[in-house]
């Protein structure tokens, strides 16, 4: 073996050791804060309304149910109890499938570590992980999903793969329907215009034999998973009905939110800003030279958020934005890999080489991001966790009144129960702050 091709075997086997290390931390940090962090309100409103009735998952009146995760916590709290780690392993067990699937992407692409940092940098994706919620686990189907037929093997088999993955995520956030429709047609659409030699070509292919009625058999097949979803976004759009979302703009409440699960809000926009630049730039330059995957990809993910948009506007509903937005994450994410890999290839060997030394710089800048934004034992969209157990156990146990700072709903009534085997009707509201004893 000559010298050069060893230095080669030794990279690749030192970066194989950094991404597998870095996966474990990531799942270690999942399960940390899974086990000492206290439950909150929307994970104690799913596991008392929906998990404690077998049937009540499949009733979809409000946006907090997640049917998926609501019908697997309840299998998880009837085999193991209702200890909060219990409660929380669909979405820890869900993130396995994630980073397998983020595993198998960084070893087939150029920029290994921006592409997984991308993936794995996300604080508020992460912090879904680890709480008795559906959005990580729909988002987690996704990037199996993608990943397999995109990135993997692009055959018939891991074509069914990627849509059975992306139906399943449907019936843990409905939303995730309008894209699941868009890859379909997005797909089928490039499908066709390549068997049919081009675009011009299309309307005589489909009228030769049964290719037509092949391609909307297909199409139909698939679009038949979207029946209840579709109900399911329906009933919990209704005017009235209780929706998370932004009712800014779109830039401030996509893009900028979607940088934000990555950058402190002090750059976010100008982050934002530079991005869609350097995309805008790099498809117009590219526009002849962009992959079947990241015209696919790009397609359906700009469908997707064109189709929320108008429903939000013509509804007068918000758009998603935060938390709301982690099911379309993995395409987003997958989408900006697929057109720097094509970038990477189309450029000269040396200005590609750059532009891999300079991702592992970006990388190296979301780590830091990561590690000075993280808290393991919070939640962002619900800070006041950090000490909400020991505040109920330690002033219940001594003054027999709840505190008045803690907000007396069904995350209380858990700890109440778990701690003193009462409800909260047998406490009342301390007249002041007792303070700890």
């Known amino acids: 073996m000559h010298m050069n091709d060893r230095r080669d075997v030794q990279s690749l086997d030192l970066d194989k050791i950094a991404i597998i290390s870095s996966l474990a931390i990531i799942f270690a940090l999942i399960i940390v804060r899974a086990a000492t962090s206290a439950l909150t309100f929307d994970e104690a409103y799913s596991l008392y309304v929906y998990a404690f009735n077998a049937r009540a998952f499949a009733t979809p009146n409000l946006a907090n149910n997640h049917p998926l995760n609501s019908i697997l916590m309840h299998f998880a709290t009837v085999i193991g109890g209702d200890d909060e780690v219990v409660t929380r392993l669909p979405s820890i067990a869900m993130s396995v499938p994630y980073l397998y699937a983020t595993y198998r992407l960084v070893q087939r692409v150029r920029c290994k570590y921006f592409s997984l940092a991308l993936c794995v940098l996300n604080g508020i994706l992460i912090e879904y992980f680890s709480m008795a919620r559906g959005y990580a686990i729909s988002a987690s189907l996704v990037q199996f999903g993608l990943v397999e037929y995109y990135f993997v093997k692009k055959d018939e088999r891991s074509y069914v793969v990627m849509l059975s993955s992306l139906a399943l995520s449907m019936y843990s956030l409905f939303p995730t329907l309008v894209f699941y429709a868009s890859v379909i047609l997005a797909e089928n659409t490039h499908r066709c215009v390549a068997n049919a030699g081009g675009i011009r070509n299309v309307f005589s292919f489909l009228r030769t034999g049964d290719n037509g009625r092949r391609l909307w058999r297909g199409i139909g097949f698939w679009m038949l998973f979207t029946i209840w979803p579709l109900f399911g976004m329906y009933m919990i759009s209704k005017p009235g009905k209780p929706l998370f979302g932004s009712s800014g703009d779109f830039f401030h409440a996509v893009i900028v939110s979607f940088v934000e699960m990555y950058l402190p809000s002090q750059v976010s926009v100008a982050v934002a ?165």
Not at 287 to 304: D, E, K, N, P, Y
Not at 353 to 363: D, K, N, S, V, W
């Open 273 to 437: 800003v530079a991005a869609c630049l350097a995309i805008v730039i790099a498809c117009g330059r590219l526009r002849r030279h962009l992959s079947a995957r990241t015209v696919v990809l790009g397609t359906s993910l700009i469908v997707t958020f064109l189709i929320i948009y108008a429903s939000s506007r013509i509804g007068k509903r918000p758009l998603p934005s935060d938390r709301t937005l982690l099911e379309f994450v993995p395409a987003a994410t997958l989408s900006l890999i697929s057109l720097l890999e094509d970038v990477v290839q189309t450029l000269p060997a040396r200005v590609s080489a750059g532009i891999q030394r300079g991702t592992e710089i970006l990388a190296l800048g979301l780590l830091w991001a990561f590690v000075s934004q993280y808290d393991g034992h919070t939640y962002r969209s619900n800070p006041e966790s950090k000490e909400f157990r020991r505040i109920i156990a330690d002033t219940v146990l001594y003054n027999k009144c709840i505190p008045p700072q803690i907000m007396v709903n069904l995350a209380t009534e858990y700890y109440l129960s778990r701690y003193f085997s009462q409800h909260r009707e047998h406490y009342t509201t301390c007249a002041e702050d007792p303070g700890s004893p």
